[in-house]
């Protein structure tokens, strides 16, 4: 079955910039998305279509795709930045899949 | 502003089946596809399945397949996730998920908890 790859984890300092990476054989031929889920919510939108940025989701959200790898950028990392994020993709058959998360924890 | 509200918390037995609700509002309901997604206490997403409302097609991951009935109802902006021979593993937050080129909105999700 198809999977997408995250690292578990991520630190950085406040105002540093984080890169969380999401790796999946599909992924150059897919879209991919990005949701932030913090303790107790649903999770929220913050990259489609590999870089496009909902309205309301802050600029220093930022989506980079390269090959096989999709990279979620935050630049400028804030406190309220801390969250677990998901990558997220389909295959051709119209199944769904989630990375498996990433906690970014800021210093 | 699109809105999605599931029904409330669940206690089921091991064998028994459940069946969430999600209502739409402040959008045309049969215009986007919905998704449902569980996810396990301290795990990650895990895709269960769409449904089209305006169709009615539907598409289930695979390990769900054979457990899980995604219907709706049109007249009252409504689908419905059920799934069936409940284990104590299937203990999880459910969400419904908007399908807008990305999942723009989520419902709240709705704790089943399966207990003997």
């Known amino acids: 079955s198809y999977e997408l790859t995250q690292p578990p984890s991520v630190s950085v300092s406040p105002g540093q910039t984080a890169r969380i990476t999401c790796s999946g054989d599909?992924?150059?031929?897919?879209?991919a998305y990005w949701y932030q889920q913090k303790p107790g919510q649903a999770p929220v939108l913050v990259i489609y279509k590999d870089t496009e940025r909902p309205s309301g989701i802050p600029e220093r959200f930022s989506g980079s795709s390269s090959g096989t790898t999709i990279t979620l950028t935050i630049s400028g990392v804030q406190a309220e930045d801390e969250a677990d994020y998901y990558c997220q993709s389909t295959d051709s058959s119209g199944t769904w899949v989630f990375g498996g998360g990433t906690k970014l924890t800021v210093l | 502003q699109a809105q999605l509200v599931q029904s409330g918390a669940e206690v089921k037995k091991p064998g028994a089946s459940v069946k969430v609700s999600c209502k739409a509002s402040g959008y045309t309901f049969t215009a986007h596809y919905m998704h449902w997604v569980r996810q396990a206490p301290g795990q990650g997403l895990e895709w269960m399945g769409w449904?089209?409302?305006?169709?009615?097609?539907?598409n289930y991951a695979q390990k769900f397949q054979g457990r899980v009935t995604m219907t709706w109802d049109t007249s009252i902006s409504t689908a419905y996730m059920e799934l069936s021979r409940l284990r104590s593993d299937d203990r999880a937050l459910y969400y419904c998920?908007?399908?807008?080129?990305?999942?723009?909105?989520w419902g709240q999700g709705t704790l089943v908890t399966v207990s003997s």
């Open positions: 998920a908007r399908d807008n080129w990305g999942w723009d909105y």
């Open positions: 449904i089209n409302p305006d169709t009615g097609g539907t």
């Open positions: 599909a992924l150059p031929k897919q879209y």
